[in-house]
């Protein structure tokens, strides 16, 4: 197979193919690699939240029951329903759930960066990429499925149930996922045309 760059047009031929360098291409992948930064600073900033919170206990608790204004509100949370004893319990709920959705938003994030690396030295439809699209799509899915849950275990633990997903949040997923096999589908018919040349 005859992999040739010309700079000068911003040409790739990979594989005999043409395949142009896209403005949009390089800001999404650019974009892609800031949020999967902002997601592990995010993730970071969850872990160390975690120790604060664990070292001054007894602080955060006491400025959460005298001060009246000191109040934090979540989708699927009545601050009012929140009292000394349920305080902690829903702070590492919290915490657990947003280290769930910072892990699954570095890997995805991560996966988008590579398949527009990948797409720099090699076909689209490289079987990598299939692989990566539908990693993507299992995360979008389990998205709003880790916010269901947390929201029910929220619910337990106050006593105050408001569980919520929105309809295209699910749809993104499945939108990915019907992408995967599209890619999947490009692939086979890449690697069979490759076969008779």
Do not use: H
Not at 29 to 45: Q, S, Y
Not at 51 to 76: H, P, R
């Amino acid at each position: 197979m005859d992999l040739t760059i010309n700079i000068k047009n911003k040409t790739k031929f990979v594989g005999g193919r043409k395949m142009r360098t896209s403005k949009l291409r390089n800001f999404t992948a650019v974009f892609a690699k800031v949020m999967e930064v902002i997601a592990w600073v995010g993730t970071g900033a969850i872990v160390l939240s975690g120790i604060a919170i664990a070292a001054l206990k007894d602080q955060i608790l006491k400025a959460y029951t005298e001060a009246s204004s000191f109040q934090f509100t979540t989708a699927g949370i009545n601050p009012g329903t929140i009292d000394e004893s349920t305080f902690f319990p829903v702070m590492i709920a919290l915490l657990i759930y947003g280290l769930v959705v910072g892990v699954l938003l570095i890997i995805m994030f991560r996966n988008v960066n590579l398949i527009f690396k990948t797409t720099n030295t090699a076909s689209p439809f490289d079987i990598s990429n299939v692989s990566r699209i539908k990693i993507i799509g299992y995360i979008a899915l389990a998205l709003p499925v880790c916010k269901i849950i947390a929201n029910i275990v929220l619910g337990f633990i106050s006593k105050d149930f408001t569980i919520g997903v929105e309809a295209s949040e699910v749809l993104f997923g499945l939108i990915i996922l019907c992408l995967a096999q599209y890619f999947a589908y490009g692939a086979s018919l890449e690697k069979d045309v490759e076969g008779l040349l």
